[in-house]
């Protein structure tokens, strides 16, 4: 399914009713392109956990899936740790990418036992184990 441009601008001036796309490309800039190519490329998936219903977003990176906590505005990539908490950047591509999908309904969804909810989110937070540990 080809999603056009337009439509995606249009589902985004539905979400935030006061910005225009401009001001989204101003803002998040190269952001917004690569979001916008991973959303092409069908990298952002949606894990449903049965029987409890638990949802995680995943975005499938060049090396490795980034989890995302959409609610509290979190990635676990690079991006998200050195810029966006640092203030430099509001949303890593990822988030942007994860949002324009919920919107357009454009991503992968992944149905999972419950049993399976720990192992993965093992391999998910891998990354951030090994960056904590790096602090410490
Ligand atoms: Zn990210």
Same mark, same amino acid.
């Given at each position: 399914m080809k999603v056009d441009y337009r439509v995606v601008v249009?589902?985004?001036?539905?979400?935030r009713i006061d910005s225009d796309p401009v001001e989204l490309w101003r803002l998040y800039g190269s952001r917004f392109n690569r979001a916008w190519e991973t959303l092409k490329d069908g990298r952002v998936k949606k894990y449903v956990f049965r029987p409890?219903?638990?949802?995680?977003?995943?975005?499938?990176?060049?090396?490795?899936? =980034?989890?995302? =906590?959409?609610v509290v505005g979190y990635c676990s990539c690079d991006d998200f740790y050195f810029s966006v908490i640092d203030g430099k950047a509001p949303l890593c591509h990822h988030l942007i990418a994860r949002k324009l999908a919920e919107v357009l309904g454009r991503f992968e969804a992944v149905e999972q036992e419950d049993e399976f909810y720990s192992s993965h989110l093992k391999e998910w937070t891998s990354v951030e184990t090994e960056r904590e540990e790096v602090l410490l």
């Open positions: 249009e589902a985004l001036s539905r979400i409890s219903g638990r949802v995680v977003w995943i975005v499938v990176g060049r090396d490795r899936e =980034y989890l995302i =906590y959409h």
